[in-house]
């Protein structure tokens, strides 16, 4: 993809549009991205109480090999 090419061609869009309804969102989407300045405050409670679990189970030593969970992979959905 020539990431030029589809930024002029968005331009082009942009410049034409007529529906503010779609203005105001892509204005929304605008300043969401210009004003987060960290990944995780994006993502719901739920989703950090998992990222939060996740690493307690590393510390604990909770853990898997790629081989382990590819061989579990295999086993379950392929390679049979």
């Given amino acids: 993809m020539d990431i030029q090419l589809e930024k002029y ?3 082009e869009w942009l410049v034409s ?3 503010e309804t779609i203005i105001s ?3 929304t989407i605008k300043n969401n991205i210009s004003t987060s300045s960290d ?3 994006d993502i719901s409670d739920t989703e950090k109480l998992l990222v939060e679990s996740g690493l307690k189970g590393i510390e604990n ?3 898997f090999t790629h081989e382990q969970v590819m061989k579990e992979i ?3 959905y392929g390679n049979k």
């Fill in 17 to 19: 549009l007529k529906d």
């Fill in 74 to 76: 295999n086993d379950a």
């Fill in 39 to 41: 990944w995780a405050d």
């Fill in 9 to 11: 061609k968005l331009m």
């Fill in 61 to 63: 030593g909770n853990t």
């Fill in 25 to 27: 969102k892509l204005k």
